[in-house]
């Protein structure tokens, strides 16, 4: 069974940066493909980035420019680097695993999420 813990959040000024971690157990990242959500209160969860199985990227035009994701195969663990935040980035941050769509309902496997807060 796939494992995934995320960690990195806090609360950072608007401008400021932020790197979460996706740590994976239960499996190899190795062809699997990957993502990154998020929610806002009272919004439905959107997508940010993903990380496919065959090693391309896809970001979403909301980060694109200011979000960059990773993935260290050694360490088993996911990363997106966020630079510029805004106060619009603000919300829980959750990895999924196991697609390699943008519809957070593709996915089969979820962390608990990590709070990101970017103060204006």
């Known amino acids: 069974q796939v494992h995934l813990v995320e960690s990195g959040g806090g609360l950072v000024q608007a401008g400021g940066s932020l790197r979460l971690s996706c740590v994976v157990s239960?499996?190899?990242?190795?062809?699997?493909?990957m993502g990154w959500f998020r929610q806002a209160p009272g919004k439905e969860r959107e997508f940010v980035a993903i990380?496919?199985?065959?090693?391309?990227?896809t970001v979403g035009d909301s980060v694109k420019g200011r979000f960059t994701i990773s993935r260290d195969y050694a360490k088993n663990t996911m990363y997106l680097q966020m630079d510029s935040l805004k106060s619009e980035d603000t919300g829980t941050y959750y990895c999924?695993?196991?697609?390699?769509?943008?519809?957070?309902?593709?996915?089969?496997?979820w962390g608990q999420g990590t709070q990101v807060t970017v103060s204006s």
């Open positions: 999924a695993g196991g697609s390699s769509s943008s519809r957070f309902r593709d996915y089969a496997s």
């Open positions: 239960g499996r190899s990242m190795s062809a699997y493909s």
């Open positions: 990380a496919h199985w065959g090693g391309g990227i």
